[in-house]
């Protein structure tokens, strides 16, 4: 079990949108690299809608790497405290960073300094982490 700690979910947040883009959907079908079985009307083999059962056969595999898993259970844990965080600004600022912007680009959207988007990230991790601050 992993222990999320606030650097942790900084971590998880700067590197969610590599998770998003790498997570495996389970959907992917390759060409064939087949022919389909062609009557007399058919001039060339072509490809048929089989596709390559070793590489679907890795791809169902590949969801079971420990790797994957842990980049599930990460997403999960942002993604089921997204409503502890609701000022305006830093849902914002947590949007921006979820898609892969750096502190720099952040601060040029949002118009704040770097040092004051880096406080802001860590009172969003740690809104993520125990819930609302008094």
């Known amino acids: 079990m992993t222990y999320y ?4 979910i900084l971590e998880i947040m700067k ?3 590599i998770y998003r883009a790498n997570m495996p ?3 992917k079908e390759y060409a064939s690299v ?3 079985v062609y009557d007399e009307e058919a001039i060339l083999p072509r ?3 089989i596709s390559d059962v070793t590489a679907n056969e890795a791809l169902r595999g590949i969801d079971e790497l420990p790797i994957f898993a842990q980049m ?5 844990y942002i993604d ?3 409503d502890r965080v609701t000022d305006k ?6 949007a921006l960073r979820l898609e892969g912007l750096t502190i720099r680009d952040i601060g040029a959207s949002t118009g704040l300094s770097k040092s004051n988007v880096h406080r802001k990230l860590v009172n969003i991790a740690t809104i993520i982490k125990m819930g609302q601050i008094s």
């Open 25 to 27: 959907d389970g959907n």
């Open 89 to 94: 600004k830093d849902i914002e600022i947590l």
């Open 5 to 8: 700690d606030i650097p942790k």
């Open 72 to 76: 599930r259970t990460d997403m999960k």
């Open 80 to 82: 089921d405290r997204l």
């Open 34 to 36: 087949g022919v389909t």
């Open 15 to 17: 590197e969610y949108h």
């Open 47 to 49: 490809a048929n809608t």
